[in-house]
RNA sequence: CGGGGCAUAGCUCAAUUGGCAGAGCGCUUGGUUCGGGACCAAGAGGUUCUGAGUUCAAAUCUCAGUGCCCCGACCA
């Protein structure tokens, strides 16, 4: 019960989520931005139409970037013989500890109950795929003889397994979804390329579509998935100062590929093993987008992620009244879908305009039309933003007024995509601002210390501990080192030597530590 | 898997010492309403998590089981 959002980011200024409990008001974003539920079935949930309709989004934009950089898809099945898992030695024991196993095929009724049939047990059992490394390898066996097979840049979607033991809705559930990309290289720079390439895919995604700033980096040996050379990472940090890992991409090196057998004839006639990549995002990527942006009024959505980007309400008297509006707003609805924009009319009869308000704000809908009977009688539009970007000193009221606007019909409806525009560069701007307000280049353990105490957040320290140094770090501080950035990526003043703050020794290795998710 | 808490209507929760199963919200129907969560009336909705025990009597006490939440360990 210390993890709250006291500190930097305060609730006056209208973004921060209420107050005491930010697990309570993340559950809270969740139900009521109708996105999904916990399902009866142990550590699964449910992801609901609104919820799945931004994971399509996300899988829309994300397949675009795939393909681009010349992937494919395919899909591979979801039991690995267990013995598969023995292959790869560091691998299997990572993934040992969460692993769900299919042991029988048949059921059968005993005194009314049905049981399981214990005559149909498997002669090897079958572990549900946590992550598809060991099957796609067994696969790329066969398909991998000569350079001319390679590069192979394979990606899959699908959902995968973990027996996780603490469930927590889009950030860590039993089964969730996610794609999973494998590629086969001749080459170690080859590869090694494919996975920096694949980590800017995922960055510039995180950035630029679902507008959550990221760091990039390396992770460090102790948090490298397991079988990895290398593990990149994009980190984020959300609204409390809590990190949130939201992709990663592996160079694998040949570990994988000597573990399946996968050799290649090169150009020299030689046989070698193929060098390899594995990198994902799930469905927590919707965790990150909640925790980055939403508010105590519930869920907002970057323009370019949202199902509905814009809700039309009508508002009337009388059945009069009501044919007119609702002509307007089907006049209206049509314009904007003309213009490629998402739109709904929201005409259900009965509830409050309030009402109606009310629900798609907790939806996250970017932008509302009002459109009532003073509207069509001056010829305007009301446009009603759910985000703008907060001015100094600005007062609730002001912000709240400043947030709607009325225009003459014919420049409301071109001011439309502008303002979806702005608002999805203006999300990432805020993101941005509380980010670097919450990071901070620190050198003694005393100053880390104060700063987690203080409500935390990024620290930048200079490292040359080891795994066990690591660990001890987490210990004492209930956070982790979450990477090691991109040279890129740092502030001057953390760029060059220092002296790590646990071992005293002089690096240029600079890392963050964080609490995370 | 270890520590703590909880389980009653769709949701949030009441129910005094063990004594008739309740409210608000939501839902249905009818009417009046509608520029930031409307109101009135009528109505539907329950195996009080499951199983056993104590008792004249159990939502309430006891035991066991299951599920959920929080904290740790683990994790995309």
Redesign the pocket.
């Known amino acids: 019960?210390n993890?709250q959002t006291k500190g930097a980011a305060s609730s006056k200024e209208g973004i921060t989520p209420r107050s005491k409990d930010y697990?309570?008001w993340y559950?809270d974003v969740v139900k009521r931005g109708d996105l999904a539920e916990?399902s009866?079935?142990?550590?699964c949930m449910v992801i609901k139409p609104h919820g799945y309709a931004i994971w399509e989004i996300m899988q829309k934009e994300l397949d675009f970037r795939f393909k681009e950089t010349g992937h494919v898809n395919a899909y591979f099945p979801l039991f690995i013989p267990l013995s598969y898992f023995s292959r790869e030695e560091k691998h299997a024991s990572?993934f040992a500890?969460?692993c769900a196993v299919v042991t029988h095929h048949r059921l059968k009724s005993k005194d009314g109950e049905v049981i399981v049939d214990p005559e149909s047990e498997l002669e090897e059992p079958l572990v549900v795929r946590p992550t598809s490394e060991t099957i796609i390898w067994a696969q790329y066996k066969s398909w991998v003889e000569s350079y001319r097979d390679l590069p192979l840049l394979i990606n899959q979607w699908a959902n995968v397994v973990?027996w996780?033991?603490?469930?927590?809705?889009?950030?860590?559930?039993?089964e969730?979804l996610?794609q999973e990309g494998h590629t086969a290289h001749s080459t170690e720079k080859e590869a090694l390329e494919e996975a920096f390439r694949m980590l800017e895919v995922y960055a510039d995604f995180a950035e630029n579509v679902m507008a959550v700033p990221v760091i990039r980096g390396h992770k460090t040996p102790g948090?490298r998935?397991?079988g990895a050379v290398d593990t990149l990472?994009i980190e984020a940090m959300m609204q409390d100062g809590k990190a949130?890992?939201?992709?990663?991409s592996h160079y694998l090196g040949q570990n994988f590929s000597k573990s399946a057998d996968v050799k290649f004839l090169n150009k020299e006639g030689k046989l070698e093993y193929v060098y390899a990549t594995s990198w994902?995002?799930?469905?927590?990527l919707i965790g990150a987008l909640i925790m980055t942006h939403s508010d105590d009024?519930g869920l907002i959505l970057p323009p370019k992620l949202a199902p509905i980007q814009v809700i039309i309400i009508p508002?009337?008297?009388?059945?009069e009244e009501?044919a007119k509006t609702l002509e307007e707003s089907r006049a209206v609805l049509a314009e904007l879908k003309s213009q490629g924009i998402s739109a709904r009319l929201d005409d259900r009869?009965?509830?409050?305009?309030?009402?109606k308000?009310?629900?798609w704000?907790?939806k996250g809908v970017p932008l509302?039309i009002?459109?009532?009977?003073?509207?069509?009688?001056k010829g305007s539009l009301?446009l009603?933003r759910r985000f703008v970007l907060e001015e100094a000193n600005e007062t609730p009221e002001d912000l709240?007024r400043r947030?709607?606007s009325?225009l003459p019909r014919a420049e409301a409806l071109s001011a439309v995509k502008p303002i979806l525009e702005t608002m999805q560069k203006e999300l990432l701007q805020r993101a941005r601002t509380l980010q670097k307000s919450r990071t901070q280049f620190i050198n003694s353990l005393d100053e880390l210390e104060k700063f987690f105490k203080a409500g935390g957040g990024f620290a930048l320290v200079h490292w040359a501990g080891d795994t066990q140094d690591e660990?001890a770090l987490?210990?004492r501080f209930?956070t982790t080192i979450r990477c090691i950035p991109f040279v890129e990526e740092l502030p001057p003043q953390a760029r060059g030597e220092g002296k790590c703050i646990w071992t005293g020794r002089l690096t240029s290795q600079c890392v963050i530590v964080a609490a995370?998710?």
């Not at 009866?40 to 550590?43: A, F, I, L, M």
């Not at 949130?244 to 990663?248: A, K």
């Not at 009869?349 to 009402?355: C, I, N, T």
Request: net charge positive; hydrophobic share 30%; proline share 4%.
């Open positions: 019960m993890s697990s309570q559950l916990h009866g079935v142990r550590g990572g500890k969460e973990r996780e033991m603490r469930p927590r809705l889009f950030l860590r559930t039993a969730f996610w948090e998935f397991a990472c949130l890992q939201m992709g990663t994902g995002v799930s469905t927590r009024q508002i009337y008297k009388n059945d009501r009869d009965g509830l409050m305009p309030g009402a308000y009310y629900e704000e907790a509302r009002e459109i009532g009977p003073k509207d069509i009688e009301c009603a709240r947030r709607k009325f660990e987490s210990k209930e995370a998710y």
